[in-house]
């Protein structure tokens, strides 16, 4: 399964995250970032969780191809000008512990969350996950107290599937969420 290709819902475009893309954000090179991304980036860039350890984990999966599950999007709310285009948030997928397993992340900055983004990435994210008909289902880990995401997962079909334990792959605490394949995800 590869998923470097681009997914555009209606009001965003998520764009397969490159090499030099990951390395500016590292760097903390945000205006060579929106030049790579087209994108305006915002003040408070970047959104939560999407820290230095994160990225350095992308760009080593990006590097060794050991993950053909892995793809990186970055999220960019379009709009009706060029100049309108900017960055709200990431997310993506690796290979899970089981096979046909995907894992999913993601993260929206502050002043763009609760406006139904996330949903609307994630929802678009699964149908791309699903179109390889190897993986059987999606899982997905938060905290507990990220009610916003918990919700998100909630409205994307995710069902909870209790805590988190540090040999899941997952971080110690959070809460794990899955969804598996129906019938809806074989169109």
Excluded at 85 to 94: A, E, M
């Amino acid at each position: 399964m590869t998923l470097h290709f681009t997914l555009t819902t209606r009001r965003l475009e998520l764009i397969p995250a490159t090499l030099p893309m990951l390395t500016s954000e590292r760097n903390r090179d945000y205006n060579e970032l929106g030049r790579l991304t087209g994108a305006v980036i915002p003040p408070g860039w970047p959104p939560p969780l999407l820290d230095e350890g994160a990225l350095d984990a992308f760009i080593d999966l990006m590097t060794t191809g050991s993950d053909l599950r892995f793809c990186s999007w970055y999220w960019i709310r379009t709009g009706a000008l060029p100049t309108d285009r900017t960055l709200i948030g990431s997310g993506g997928t690796v290979s899970g512990a089981e096979a046909g397993d995907v894992l999913i992340g993601y993260s929206v900055l502050d002043g763009f969350q609760g406006q139904g983004y996330a949903t609307e990435a994630v929802e678009s994210i699964i149908h791309a996950v699903f179109a390889d008909r190897d993986v059987r289902r999606i899982l997905a880990s938060t905290f507990p107290h990220l009610k916003a995401s918990i919700r998100v997962l909630e409205k994307c079909g995710f069902v909870p599937a209790g805590e988190c334990h540090g040999n899941t792959g997952m971080e110690e605490g959070t809460l794990l969420f899955v969804r598996e394949r129906d019938a809806s995800d074989t169109k």
